[in-house]
């Protein structure tokens, strides 16, 4: 397990939303160190943290922030993309192609960089910013689905494949957040703030997964319980308004 105070913490996608929220609940926990990574680090303004530049789908940025972050000792994989793109939708291999870039290549490449840099700093903690959806498919965005379900697989596997150097691997699950992600969306959202005090209470508990909202925990019980049902629900809203393309 890991106590936020006194680490030293890597966030991709800080420069908005929840990677913002992330790095402000770090500082305000005593966090000694923040690195604060995104594509356009000038855009990065929460006070006491280090701007870094990276875009998470090019090794040469991720290698050269792992070179000058060698004392991570906990990695927040939060850069996340969403293009609202059907399966068989008119563009969706190329949205299935960006969301797999950012959602699951991009946390893939940070782990396999970061691992030796963590086993030297005694192992830590690594957060997996999931979401409800690696747990469905929606049909409405089925592409990003897919990305999530891959991230799932890979958190599930590195969290086995990691426990004997002692990294934490945690598994952060949402419904709708409210940030610019779901700027689009008429439903109740949860605040960033309280994704972040229930993922950091997860790190420091030892937590496997967290369950950042009720409706998380609302979709897993449904999903587990009455898959059926569950699917219904989604076939008769696709028949309703989806248009296939």
Known sequence: MLRIHGCVA?????????????????????????????????????AGVIPCKLDVTLLADVASLVGSCQDVTLLINNAGLLRDSPMLGTNSQAAAREEMDTNYFGPLGLIQEFKPVLARNGGGAIVNVLSVASWFTNPFMATYCASKAAEEV?????????????????????????????????????????????TLAGVESGADRVFADDRAEFIDR?????????????QRLWDERGDGG
């Open 222 to 234: 449904r999903v587990r319980t009455d898959p059926e049902s569950f699917y219904a629900d989604l």
């Open 10 to 46: 890597l966030v991709t996608g800080s420069n908005r939303g929840l990677g913002r929220a992330f790095c402000e609940g770090l500082i305000q926990r005593g966090a000694k160190k923040v690195y604060a990574a995104a594509r356009d680090p000038a855009r990065i303004s929460t």
């Open 154 to 198: 890979l958190t599930d596997a590195t969290r086995m494949q990691l426990r004997s150097q002692s990294t934490h691997v945690l598994g952060v699950y949402a419904g709708y957040i409210d940030t610019d992600m779901a700027a689009a969306v008429n439903r109740p959202k949860t605040s960033p703030r309280e994704v972040v005090d229930r």
